[in-house]
């Protein structure tokens, strides 16, 4: 009961902060290796459990949410959808150590990234380059949807980086078009485990109606934050404090 609990406590807490920030897989994943699963399925059973979250906070963040850049929304949906087949066959053929080693420098490349996307637009703009084009910027998400594919932790912190690299400017807008992908991303790769026989069905159907509960929870909360700046803040610590933990494990 106590182990049942906790996922239960995780997963709705990874749904919230998934919709307020990203990165809720830093907390579902840990959850799931705790509870047993071999680290490749309980990285795929994790990208399950996070899809009805991802879908109530989309939901959540309707009201916001509109293409920007160089790139219409449905170019954007596809090119994502293709990069997650690509990095979910990625991590069926990757063994778990070698995944576990690779997983902290994952979380610190999605931290340093969108700690730095204002820093970087900025010395775009000055050096006149303009905003990324539609090559570039197929380019972009493309390489964050096979990341989001191989690992899911940290992709909402990823796709907000790139967002605000291609252009977008509107917090909440970014962070409803970061959870309307992430559920793409993990509609496509969690099929593809599923295929594969990776997924813990007994904890991923718990953790994600707990997840769906926490995602709506957080888009609510997060359309009230006026100050964007301090969720840039709160992002930045989310992935910081997760990257040293994930490199002591």
């Known amino acids: 009961m106590l182990e049942l609990l906790f996922l239960s406590i995780a997963g709705f807490a990874a749904g919230l902060l998934n919709a307020v920030a990203g990165g809720g897989t830093f907390l579902s994943l840990p959850a799931l290796l705790y509870a047993g699963l071999p680290p490749v399925s309980a990285n795929a059973t994790a990208t399950l459990t996070a899809l009805p979250g991802y879908l109530s906070s989309a939901w959540g963040f309707r009201e916001d949410m509109r293409a920007e850049g160089a790139l219409g929304l449905k170019a954007i949906i596809g090119i994502a959808a293709l990069g997650s087949i690509l990095g979910a066959i990625l991590l069926i053929i990757t063994p778990g150590d070698t995944f576990m080693g690779v997983v902290p420098w994952l979380l610190l490349l999605a931290t340093v990234m969108f700690a730095a996307t204002r820093s970087l637009l900025k010395l775009l703009r000055q050096h006149g380059t303009g905003l990324a084009g539609p090559a570039i910027s197929c380019a972009a998400?493309?390489?964050v949807a096979i990341y989001g594919g191989?690992?899911?932790?940290?992709?909402?912190?990823?796709?907000?980086?790139?967002?605000?690299?291609?252009?977008?400017?509107?917090?909440?807008?970014?962070?409803?078009?970061?959870?309307?992908?992430?559920?793409?991303?993990?509609?496509?790769?969690?099929?593809t485990f599923v295929a594969a026989g990776l997924i813990a069905w007994q904890p991923a159907l718990l953790m994600a109606?707990?997840?769906?509960?926490?995602?709506?929870?957080?888009?609510?909360?997060?359309?009230?934050?006026?100050?964007?700046?301090?969720?840039?803040?709160?992002?930045?610590?989310?992935?910081?404090?997760?990257?040293?933990?994930?490199?002591?494990?």
């Open 209 to 249: 109606v707990s997840a769906t509960l926490g995602g709506y929870a957080g888009a609510r909360l997060s359309r009230r934050i006026v100050r964007t700046d301090l969720l840039r803040v709160f992002i930045v610590l989310v992935g910081a404090v997760m990257t040293v933990a994930f490199f002591m494990i």
């Open 150 to 191: 191989y690992f899911n932790g940290g992709v909402g912190i990823m796709l907000l980086a790139v967002f605000g690299l291609l252009g977008h400017t509107d917090m909440h807008g970014m962070n409803g078009l970061k959870n309307l992908l992430s559920a793409v991303l993990s509609l496509i790769s969690a099929a």
């Open 141 to 143: 998400i493309l390489a």
